[in-house]
């Protein structure tokens, strides 16, 4: 009796071990795959998740969404033609885009909303936002922004998590999950694939997605596209296991690019002007202000210069001082206008060989007036009177502003010849 008693006491206690997860059957794997990209691979009872940290404020990666003509494509397609070395799939679908969705500045033409209000948006600089788009499904995007990604429902909001959920009822349920958050100071993006549907991974409740997402500085997170859609590619590798055993054709994605030694120089045309007085021919100082939005500061030495064309020329210009970032620095160009009237004036700013264009060129008019017409000369006086007087003998003079010399003159003559032709009437001796 006693020995059964302990064989039983002794299989219970065996079956209770087993039920206990052990630390053996917990593994975090850590890998650092790119500059400012952390992969963790999670394995433990139940779970089977993927979790990529990317670091916003490095210069070697960028953001990228599917574009609307790349739409309905699987991510290894799409991490293949956009050169992504992570991908994962992001809006639901199904007449179209689920909520707002842009690529490359382009906003998809068909969009429908059911709930997906919860948007992320990154722009050329990697400056990121989380907005309510419930008010501007379809656009337009804000400033700066030219990716963007929707979903439903927010999973944390400013730093909070409703856990409320009315839609979608799913998420009380573990399943699949898809899920992207930025950090507090936006300067981290955390992507997550968790994979579900198969025997000892159920997947994630919306519950348990929200403390993974907490638990590496999400502030800010939505839930992506789930279930079968749920699809990591890392490297041109699938790196999860479809829940439908094979890859979704889906409508959007979201994808990490490299740009191996990129220095950051980045900013943001804030004012541009001109005098009041603009004249044709003249030189004029025209001005543009720009904020830097990089991390790197501007120098009259280094740092992006300013391009201003006006049709068909082009001058440049570097900032008057240094320019900390997030300081607005002012670049002036001598620019001399060749006719009168509007002309417009295009203004970019251009950075240094290996740095990253993030602004797009602004226009602005300027009223050139015309040259004023040449004065003319003041007339000159009209000259004096030249009168001719004439003296005795042979030759005459000229004598300016006496008239009576020539009265006398005349005179002198005629007393002569009366004189010559008395001499020549007296007899001869």
């Known amino acids: 009796m006693y020995d059964k008693r302990w064989r039983a006491g002794a299989w219970a206690v065996m079956m209770a071990m087993t039920a206990v997860p052990s630390a053996a059957s917990a593994v975090d794997r850590w890998t650092s795959p790119h500059p400012g990209i952390r992969h963790l691979h999670r394995v433990r009872p139940g779970v089977d998740l993927h979790v990529v940290l990317v670091d916003l404020a490095s210069p070697e990666v960028s953001v990228v969404a599917t574009r609307p003509e790349d739409r309905f494509t699987t991510t290894?397609?799409?991490?293949?033609?956009?050169?992504?070395?992570?991908?994962?799939?992001?809006?639901?679908?199904?007449?179209?885009?689920?909520?707002?969705?842009?690529?490359?500045?382009?906003?998809?033409?068909?969009i429908y909303e059911d709930g997906c209000i919860a948007t992320l948006g990154v722009g050329p600089g990697n400056n990121a936002v989380a907005l309510d788009t419930s008010a501007s499904p379809h656009g337009?995007?804000?400033?700066?922004?030219?990716?963007?990604?929707?979903?439903?429902?927010?999973?944390?909001?400013?730093?909070?998590?409703?856990?409320?959920?009315?839609?979608?009822?799913?998420l009380y349920r573990p399943n699949p999950r898809t899920a992207a958050a930025l950090s507090a100071d936006h300067r981290t993006m955390i992507l997550l694939s968790a994979d579900g549907r198969r025997p000892g991974v159920p997947g994630l409740t919306g519950f348990q997605l929200v403390d993974v997402l907490r638990e590496f500085g999400a502030h800010d997170a939505i839930n992506?596209?789930?279930?079968?859609?749920?699809?990591?590619?890392?490297?041109?590798?699938?790196?999860?296991?479809?829940?439908?055993?094979?890859?979704?054709?889906?409508?959007t994605h979201l994808g990490i690019r490299l740009r191996p030694g990129a220095v950051w120089y980045a900013g943001q045309i804030t004012g541009r002007g001109a005098p009041e007085s603009v004249t044709a021919g003249q030189s004029s100082k025209v001005w543009v202000e720009a904020r830097n939005t990089g991390r790197r500061a501007w120098s009259a030495e280094q740092g992006p210069t300013v391009e201003l064309t006006d049709g068909g020329r082009t001058w440049t210009a570097r900032p008057t001082g240094e320019v900390p970032p997030g300081e607005v620095g002012r670049f002036e160009v001598s620019w001399e206008p060749r006719s009168f009237g509007n002309t417009s004036l295009r203004a970019r700013l251009v950075t240094p060989e290996g740095g990253l264009l993030v602004e797009e060129p602004i226009r602005f008019d300027v009223a050139v007036r015309a040259p004023a017409a040449p004065t003319a000369p003041a007339a000159a006086p009209p000259p004096a009177p030249q009168v001719m007087t004439a003296s005795m003998g042979f030759g005459c003079n000229a004598q300016p502003g006496h008239p009576s010399g020539l009265a006398w003159g005349v005179l002198g003559m005629f007393g002569s010849l009366v004189a010559a032709l008395r001499r020549r009437r007296r007899p001869t001796a």
């Open 76 to 110: 290894s397609e799409f991490a293949r033609r956009y050169d992504a070395v992570v991908a994962v799939n992001a809006n639901f679908w199904g007449r179209g885009s689920c909520g707002l969705a842009a690529g490359g500045g382009e906003v998809y033409p068909r």
């Open 140 to 170: 337009p995007l804000p400033a700066m922004i030219t990716e963007a990604w929707s979903g439903k429902p927010w999973l944390m909001r400013d730093g909070q998590a409703p856990r409320n959920w009315v839609r979608p009822q799913h």
């Open 224 to 251: 992506l596209d789930g279930g079968g859609s749920t699809t990591l590619v890392m490297d041109s590798h699938l790196i999860n296991r479809p829940s439908d055993r094979h890859e979704r054709a889906v409508i």
